[in-house]
Nanobody
Framework: QVQLVESGGGLVQAGGSLRLSCAAS????????MAWHRQAPGKQRELVAS???????NYADSAKGRFTISRDNAKNTVYLQMNGLKPEDTGVYYC??????????????WGQGTQVSVSS
């Protein structure tokens, strides 16, 4: 059984910073792409940033220049450094991983989500 567990959310004032972490555990053989998605109140879940196992990254336009995604393959962990936070960044942030594991093979996994709230 593979699990993704996020941490690092919280309440911050506009202009502040937060660092999210997501650790994958279980019978993992390898992790392909990892990503952070965000769901704001009343809106659909959207991609914030992604990173593949080679380190190539992709960002939503709203995140470019402010957020940085990174990963530690040895720890099966992905991070999202968020600087210059704005009230519109508020939402539940979900970790995603495309994981190759023992017995199950390759499938998509999601974390339970961590709340990020930015006050004006």
């Amino acid at each position: 059984q593979v699990q993704l567990v996020e941490s690092g959310g919280g309440l911050v004032q506009a202009g502040g910073s937060l660092r999210l972490s997501c650790a994958a555990s279980g019978n993992i053989l390898s992790i392909n792409s990892m990503a952070w998605h965000r769901q704001a109140p009343g809106k659909q879940r959207e991609l914030v940033a992604s990173i593949n196992n080679g380190g190539s990254t992709n960002y939503a336009d709203s995140a470019k220049g402010r957020f940085t995604i990174s990963r530690d393959n040895a720890k099966n962990t992905v991070y999202l450094q968020m600087n210059g936070l704005k009230p519109e960044d508020t939402g539940v942030y979900y970790c995603y991983g495309n994981v190759f594991s023992v017995l199950i093979g390759t499938r998509d996994y999601w974390g339970q989500g961590t709340q990020v709230s930015v006050s004006s």
